[in-house]
C-alpha cells in the first residue's frame, strides 16, 4: 500500500513518516478494485481537502482521478485542438470557457481507464457544468449516469488556518502548517534545515477571495445536488482516515 500522499500530511497535522492503511483495509482496497463504482463528484471549499481525498479514492478502487486542472495543463502541453485554444484564452489572463473545459472533460471521460468508473476533482464547479455532466454520463451507453456527491464540509476557520499557515520546502517541497503541523524549529524544513517559504497565493486576502469566490459560484452547485437526493455531507475536519472511512460509506451507499 502506497504511503499517504504528502498533501494528507499537511491537512492531518501527522508526521513525515510512512503512513499505511491497516491491514482489513488494505485487503478490502484489493477486492474494491475489482468492481464498478458510480462517477464520484467531490465538493468542497479550497482547503478541504479534496486533493488529498480524491487521490486516495482512486487508489482504493483502481479508477482514476481526474482534475480539471491536470486536464488542462495536459492539452496545453501536448498542442491539442482545445488545448491550444485554452492556451490563448489564458496569455489573455482570461478564464477558460464552460464548452473548452467540457470538451476535454468529455474527451478524458472516453478513456479505457474510465470504464470502472472515476473521481472528478474540481469539476463541476457551476451549476452549468453540473447540467453539461448530467447529458453527458447520461449519453453514456451501457454504463452508470448517475454520479456519487460527496460534499467535504469545513469550516471557514478551519480553511484560512489549513491554507494561511501553509509552510514549504523548496529543496524537497515537504509541506508543514504553523498552526497544525509546525517544524521542530520555526520557519526552517525539518530533513534538510533550508528556510520554508510561503506561496504568494497562500495569504489571507488572497484565500479570503478565493473562498468568497468558491461561495457564489460553487455552493449553488450544492443546492442542485440536494434537490435530486444526491448529496452526501462529510465532516472533513476529522482526520485524513476518518473522512476516507465515510467517504468509501458514502460511495458504497453505506449510512454515514
Excluded at 533550508?194 to 497562500?202: E, G, I, P, S, Y
Excluded at 479570503?208 to 452526501?232: H, I, V, W
Aim: glycine share 10%.
Amino acid at each position: 500500500m502506497k504511503a499517504l500522499p504528502r498533501e494528507a500530511d499537511a491537512f492531518a497535522g501527522g508526521g513525515s513518516g510512512v503512513k499505511l492503511l491497516p491491514a482489513c483495509t488494505a485487503i478490502d482496497s484489493m477486492s474494491a478494485k475489482n468492481i464498478s463504482v458510480d462517477p464520484i463528484v467531490l465538493l468542497g471549499a479550497p482547503g478541504a481537502g479534496k486533493g488529498t481525498q480524491a487521490k486516495l479514492i482512486a487508489g482504493h478502487y483502481g479508477i482514476p482521478h481526474i482534475s480539471t486542472g491536470d486536464i488542462l495543463r495536459d492539452n496545453v502541453a501536448r498542442g491539442t485542438e482545445l488545448g491550444r485554444k485554452a492556451k490563448t484564452v489564458m496569455e489573455r489572463g482570461e478564464l477558460v470557457s464552460d464548452d473548452l473545459v467540457n470538451g476535454m472533460v468529455a474527451d478524458r471521460l472516453k478513456q479505457p481507464d474510465c470504464e470502472r468508473g472515476f473521481v472528478l476533482d474540481g469539476f463541476p464547479r457551476t451549476v452549468v457544468q453540473a447540467e453539461w455532466l448530467d447529458r453527458e454520463l447520461a449519453a453514456r451507453a451501457g454504463k452508470s449516469n448517475r454520479p456519487v456527491v460527496v460534499g467535504v464540509e469545513v469550516s471557514y476557520n478551519q480553511l484560512l488556518q489549513r491554507l494561511t499557515g501553509r509552510r514549504t520546502c523548496p529543496v524537497d517541497g515537504k509541506i508543514y502548517n504553523v498552526y497544525l503541523q509546525p517544524p521542530k524549529e520555526k520557519g526552517v524544513c525539518d530533513v534538510c534545515g533550508t528556510q520554508l517559504f510561503q506561496r504568494a497565493d497562500d495569504t489571507e486576502e488572497v484565500i479570503s477571495a478565493r473562498l468568497k469566490n468558491y461561495e457564489r459560484q460553487t455552493l449553488p452547485l450544492e443546492d442542485f445536488y440536494r434537490k435530486q437526493g444526491r448529496l452526501r455531507r462529510i465532516n472533513g475536519e476529522q482526520s485524513v482516515e476518518q473522512v476516507m472511512a465515510e467517504m468509501f460509506r458514502a460511495i458504497e451507499g453505506g449510512a454515514l
